[in-house]
């Protein structure tokens, strides 16, 4: 098993800045890939960003490539997500996901609870 705490949404501008964190718990929590999903009203969830778990690997969303930068601190086991240059379209719940590395873009094992980003033009 595997928890997963979201922190760090918030409001911002167009053309702002965000970091969001997620914090993984659980006695397999450090061998997981770790990535983040988002929803936005009346759309379905899409994957925007994930990490293996040693941090050698990423992959992003071409939505948001050259914008948002995937990291993980081990020592911590906790995930971040920093958005740059955000855009209204980004507005959604972000949710934090833990998986294989296979799995984690397309059906990941275990969710948080997700955070609100809204992004305001």
């Known amino acids: 098993q595997v928890q997963l705490v979201e922190s760090g949404g918030g409001s911002v501008q167009a053309g702002g800045s965000l970091r969001l964190a997620c914090a993984a718990s659980?006695?397999?929590?450090?061998?997981?890939?770790l990535g983040w999903f988002r929803q936005a009203p009346g759309k379905k969830r899409e994957s925007v960003a994930a990490i293996n778990w040693s941090g050698a690997d990423t992959y992003y969303a071409n939505s948001v490539k050259g914008r948002f930068t995937v990291s993980r601190d081990n020592s911590k086991i906790t995930a971040y997500l920093q958005m740059n240059s955000l855009e209204p379209e980004d507005t959604a719940v972000y949710y934090c996901v833990a998986s294989s590395w296979r799995t984690i873009a397309t059906r990941p094992d275990y969710w948080g609870q997700g955070t609100q980003v809204t992004v305001s033009s």
């Open positions: 659980g006695p397999a929590a450090a061998n997981h890939a």
